[in-house]
T-cell receptor
Framework: DTEVTQTPKHLVMGMTNKKSLKCEQHMGHRAMYWYKQKAKKPPELMFVYSYEKLSINESVPSRFSPECPNSSLLNLHLHALQPEDSALYLC????????????FGSGTQLSVL | GQQVMQIPQYQHVQEGEDFTTYCNSSTTLSNIQWYKQRPGGHPVFLIQLVKSGEVKKQKRLTFQFGEAKKNSSLHITATQTTDVGTYFCAGSPGSARQLTFGSGTQLTVLP
């Protein structure tokens, strides 16, 4: 299994809603990531978990809250988002370190109304 | 902040023509990776280069890492419609622990 699975594929939410994005991998990878990608732009790193501990937070607003319940799962909790947060949210994993090749999930296309 | 620049931003080619995208960093990169993202898809890893001056080939794709480990290129010979997508380089400039993605080159192949 060389897949990173993300759910849901699409999400529409209001600015007062609370929702969660989920990511799962069964490759035994110990580094997991959240990226945000706007149309026609490169992925922007948000968070990195290494061995289930948050190792990098790229100054992301607190309305985004990551969680790593175990080595296979990564969540991104969303609360009180703004319309400018609408984007493709990509989860990725790598074997161990942050310099290794990334395996991306298919992403969650988020629209905030 | 540290950046990885990529040119051109867009490239339209006729099917069968060659294509090259270039990646440049102001600081030495520990390694360079290349990804392809099809329209509506997600980035897919193509290759990683680690050594100074390294050249790797995958069928019609040739990847190079500069001698100073500050630049890289991806060359596609005789493009096909299946090559359509955005090609991103990604590297770790200087002491950075994580990858920084280049701005990407969007390739359109006209049949």
């Amino acid at each position: 299994d060389t897949e990173v699975t993300q759910t849901p594929k699409h999400l529409v939410m209001g600015m007062t809603n609370k929702k969660s994005l989920k990511c799962e991998q069964h490759m035994g990878h110990r580094a997991m990531y959240w990226y945000k990608q706007k149309a026609k732009k490169p992925p922007e790193l948000m968070f990195v978990y290494s061995y289930e501990k948050l190792s990098i937070n790229e100054s992301v607003p607190s309305r985004f809250s990551p969680e790593c319940p175990n080595s296979s799962l990564l969540n991104l909790h969303l609360h009180a988002l703004q319309p400018e947060d609408s984007a493709l949210y990509l989860c990725a994993s790598s074997r161990q370190s942050t310099n290794e090749k990334l395996f991306f999930g298919s992403g969650t296309q988020l629209s905030v109304l | 902040g540290q950046q990885v620049m990529q040119i051109p931003q867009y490239q339209h080619v006729q099917e069968g023509e060659d294509f090259t995208t270039y990646c440049n960093s102001s600081t030495t990169l520990s390694n360079i990776q290349w990804y392809k993202q099809r329209p509506g898809g997600h980035p897919v890893f193509l290759i990683q280069l680690v050594k100074s001056g390294e050249v790797k080939k995958q069928k019609r794709l040739t990847f190079q890492f500069g001698e100073a480990k500050k630049n890289s290129s991806l060359h596609i010979t005789a493009t096909q419609t299946t090559d359509v997508g955005t090609y991103f380089c990604a590297g770790s400039p200087g002491s950075a622990r994580q990858l920084t993605f280049g701005s990407g080159t969007q390739l359109t192949v006209l049949p």
